[in-house]
C-alpha cells in the first residue's frame, strides 16, 4: 500500500513530441506528488509538483495531470528536447511527514 | 555553492570494513533526510532529522547502520561491518521546514 508504481521503465521520444509518464498509487494518506528529474551522477531535482485538491498544473513545458478517483497522476512533458533526456522519478509523501516513496523511474530518451 | 554536499563521492571498500559519509545540507535548512539508491530504482527513505533530532528511521536501516547529526548542522551516516548487499548511491537532502527537498550529488558506495 506503500508503493507507487510507475511506467513505463523506458521511453524513446522525437524532439518536439510529447513525453508521458504514469504513476499509480494506493494509499489514500497520500497528499503530496511531485517529480524528479535525474541526470547521471547527479542527484534528483524536483521539477514540479501537485497537491490532490487540483486536477492539474503546468510549468512551462511540464504538466502534471492528477486523477484522485482513479489513484493516478501523470507527467506530460511538451515539445521533447534533447536536454530532456534523463530519468523521472515520480512520488508521493503522506500529509505530516516528510518521508517521500519514490516510483522506480522512467529512463526518456529524446532524439533530435 | 550553496546546493547540498556530499563526502565522498565515491567510496570502495572490502566487505566488512566500516564506512563513514558526511553532509552538509544549504545552511538555512533545519530538515535533513537520507536516502538509498539502487540501481535501476528510485530512492528508498533510511531516515531523517529535525536539528539534531532523528525524528524517523526506516526498516531499512539496520543496526549496522547510524546516522548522526550533531549540531544540527551536517549529517554522518555510518555503516559498520560492510556486506556486498550494501553497495548503492547514498543521497543526502535537505528541506526547510518540510518544504521541497533538494538532494545532494549523492555517495556512489561499493563494496568489494
Known amino acids: 500500500q506503500q508503493q507507487v508504481k510507475q511506467s513505463p521503465q523506458s521511453l524513446i521520444v522525437q524532439k518536439g513530441g510529447i513525453s508521458i509518464i504514469n504513476c499509480a498509487y494506493e494509499?489514500?494518506?497520500?497528499?503530496?506528488f511531485p517529480w524528479y528529474q535525474q541526470f547521471p551522477g547527479k542527484g534528483p531535482a524536483l521539477l514540479i509538483a501537485?497537491?490532490?485538491?487540483?486536477s492539474e498544473k503546468k510549468e512551462g513545458r511540464f504538466t502534471i495531470s492528477f486523477n484522485k478517483s482513479a489513484k493516478q497522476f501523470s507527467l506530460h512533458i511538451m515539445d521533447s528536447q534533447p536536454g530532456d533526456s534523463a530519468t523521472y522519478f515520480c512520488?508521493?509523501?503522506?500529509?505530516?511527514?516528510?518521508?517521500?516513496?519514490f516510483g522506480t523511474g522512467t529512463r526518456l530518451q529524446v532524439f533530435p | 555553492d550553496t546546493g547540498v554536499s556530499q563526502d565522498p563521492r565515491h567510496k570502495i571498500t572490502k566487505r566488512g570494513q566500516n564506512v563513514t559519509f558526511r553532509c552538509d545540507p544549504i545552511?538555512?535548512?533545519?530538515?535533513l533526510y537520507w536516502y538509498r539508491q539502487t540501481l535501476g530504482q528510485g530512492p528508498e527513505f533510511l531516515t531523517y532529522?529535525?536539528?539534531?533530532?532523528?525524528?524517523?528511521k526506516s526498516r531499512l536501516l539496520s543496526d549496522r547502520f547510524s546516522a548522526e547529526r550533531p549540531k544540527g548542522s551536517f549529517s554522518t551516516l555510518e555503516i559498520q561491518r560492510t556486506e556486498q548487499g550494501d553497495s548503492a548511491m547514498y543521497l543526502c537532502?535537505?528541506?526547510?521546514?518540510?518544504?521541497?527537498?533538494?538532494f545532494g550529488p549523492g555517495t556512489r558506495l561499493t563494496v568489494l
Open positions: 532529522f529535525q536539528n539534531e533530532a532523528q525524528l524517523e
Open positions: 512520488a508521493a509523501s503522506i500529509e505530516g511527514t516528510d518521508k517521500l516513496i
Open positions: 501537485i497537491r490532490p485538491d487540483v
Open positions: 537532502a535537505s528541506s526547510l521546514n518540510g518544504g521541497e527537498q533538494f
Open positions: 494509499n489514500t494518506a497520500f497528499d503530496y
Open positions: 545552511s538555512e535548512h533545519n530538515r
